[in-house]
């Protein structure tokens, strides 16, 4: 009978050990997942910006080098679009105007590196995800400068463009474009 009680306590003792080893609470849990999606959001962060560094870099690039322009506009505005892609699922950690900003660089390097379909497909995906526009130093809308450029090729009348908030830059062109598809 001796034994039996030996191992009786034998076994509680082990119970109670066993069962201390590893507590942790619902609280410390949820501190642990908290401050491991804090950093992955952080990584997120720091991961934008020199992304966002990286795709400019390539937009200097191209505005000094002649010869290879149209492949680094295309490659700057690869990198600005993906960029966007890395904080989507926390897109308020980001000032909702800086995005702009970068979105609508990388419509324009498309529209200069000649790929106006890319530049359609992130133009449809800019006003789909926000609700404002950019406004240049003239003045002009930066939504309705691309939709002017990108739909040059329609029916539409020179007087249609005047309405629009065009820059004066953007109207010169078109105009010099209509004079000379018809002449």
């Known amino acids: 009978m001796k034994i039996n009680k030996y191992k009786l306590i034998i076994l509680a003792f082990c119970c109670v050990t066993l069962s201390s080893c590893n507590v942790i609470d619902n609280n410390q849990s949820a501190r642990i997942k ?7 959001i952080s990584n997120n962060l720091r991961s934008y910006s020199e992304c966002i560094e990286d795709g400019k870099s390539f937009d200097n690039l191209a505005s000094n080098k002649n010869s290879e322009a149209e492949s ?20 308020y950690m980001i000032d909702e105007t800086e995005r702009m900003k970068n979105a609508a660089l990388s419509i324009q390097n498309y529209i200069k590196a000649g790929n106006l379909i890319q ?7 800019f006003q789909e995800t926000f609700d404002k526009d950019l406004v240049y130093k003239d003045g002009s809308s930066f939504i309705e400068n691309v939709k002017t450029i ?11 463009f005047a309405l629009t908030n065009n820059s004066r830059i953007v109207r010169s062109e078109l105009k010099r474009l209509n004079y000379w598809s018809k002449n």
């Not at 908290?34 to 992955?40: A, G, M, P």
């Not at 680094?72 to 890395?86: M, R």
């Open 150 to 160: 990108l739909s040059h090729n329609s029916n539409n009348s020179l007087n249609k």
């Open 119 to 125: 530049a359609s497909l992130n133009f449809q995906d």
């Open 72 to 91: 680094l506009y295309n490659k700057s505005a690869k990198i600005l679009y993906d960029c966007d892609l890395l904080i989507r699922e926390n897109s």
């Open 34 to 40: 908290t401050k491991i999606n804090d950093l992955k």
